[in-house]
């Protein structure tokens, strides 16, 4: 009867197996061999100076199955433009005719402005001026011989000549005449009038003064 020391056990006979292949195939072609294949990987044969080993392959790694997605919700189609924002057609907006532009007007001539007219209603003889003078009318005074005198009360016919400046012109006797002084002086100042050698002189009231003007 065997011992059972002398029957070989299958963990003895695998450890008997594996150094045989050692062996064989050399230290490093075994440790090849007995490495383990990584799971996923395919192995493939190599060799390893005169023995095959097997080679594992790269693993391949599968992404990992995500999540479903909700599904993508459809556009809506979108609405049909309205009437309004449709493109309407170009209207030709008719020109509107310009107004003729009116001719220049011709300018109206402008007549120069009508002169004072004189015209004495009679003769002044009271040299002394005791006499009172008429209010509605001009009067020539007799006793001025150096030219024509003419007086009027300012308050009646007298009052145009406060119109009358220097250089304007008048009409008296059928003469124009143009005046170039004017002045205004006290009562006992006018005897020098009487002096002066004027053509036409006018003479009328101003306040308690005389207003003198003398003409050309």
């Known amino acids: 009867m065997v011992s059972d020391a ?3 056990t299958r963990k003895h006979r695998g450890r008997r197996a594996a150094r045989l292949v050692w062996l064989a195939l050399g230290g ?15 192995p493939r044969l190599s060799g390893i100076g005169t023995a095959a080993a097997f080679v594992p392959e790269p693993a391949v790694s599968t992404p990992p199955a995500s999540a479903a997605s909700p599904p993508a919700t459809p556009a809506r189609p979108l609405p049909p433009p309205s009437p309004s924002a449709a493109t309407a057609p170009a209207v030709s907006t008719p020109a509107v005719p310009r107004a003729p532009t009116p001719a220049p007007a011709t300018p109206i001539p402008q007549r120069p402005p009508a002169l004072l ?6 003769t002044y003889r009271d040299c002394t001026g005791a006499t009172p003078l008429p209010s509605a009318r001009i009067y020539v005074d007799a006793c001025y011989h150096g030219g ?3 007086m009027a009360h300012d308050y009646g016919a007298g009052a145009v000549f406060f119109q009358l400046q220097p250089g304007e ?6 003469r124009t005449y143009h005046v ?8 006992g100042s006018l005897f020098e009038i009487f002096d002066w050698q004027a053509p036409l002189v006018l003479l009328t009231c101003d306040g308690g003064a005389r207003l003198v003007l003398t003409a050309r």
Request: net charge positive.
């Open 169 to 174: 012109a008048l009409v008296y006797g059928g």
């Open 117 to 122: 007219t004189l015209v004495a209603a009679g």
């Open 6 to 8: 002398r029957i070989p």
């Open 28 to 42: 490093a072609a075994a440790l090849a061999l007995l490495t383990p294949t990584p799971v996923g990987a395919s």
């Open 148 to 150: 024509t005198m003419l």
């Open 180 to 187: 170039d002084a004017r002045r205004v002086m006290s009562v």
